[in-house]
């Protein structure tokens, strides 16, 4: 069961990401992602945004804001693909098909 939260959650990530205009920064996603009924800890949103990361689906800048290091995501072009169900990745939850 806790794989297919976590599934869900990445792809809510990414649907976020796409919501947002392709990036946003790891406040932003925590916010969305309770909008997608996962209120989950800013360290896990980290951890699923350092895992995207891994898999080719984001790119995370890392700024330096007054001693805190906040990651900013962009999608990726696979990242696309994937939330829009034409690729599939271990680990990503496969979007519903739309009608």
Do not use: F
């Not at 976590?6 to 205009?21: E, P, T, Y």
């Not at 945004?49 to 689906?57: C, D, I, K, N, S």
């Not at 690729?87 to 739309?98: E, L, Q």
């Amino acid at each position: 069961m806790t794989n297919l939260i976590i599934a869900d959650q990445r792809l809510a990530l990414l649907q976020s990401l796409v919501a947002c205009n392709n990036d946003a920064n790891q406040n932003i996603l925590q916010t969305c992602l309770a909008q997608y009924g996962h209120n989950i800890s800013m360290d896990l949103v980290r951890n699923h945004m350092l895992w995207l990361e891994e898999q080719g689906l984001v790119k995370n800048n890392h700024l330096d804001i007054t001693g805190t290091d906040l990651l900013v995501a962009t999608i990726t072009q696979r990242g696309l693909d994937v939330t829009n169900g034409v690729s599939v990745v271990d680990g990503v939850k496969k979007p519903n098909p739309r009608y």
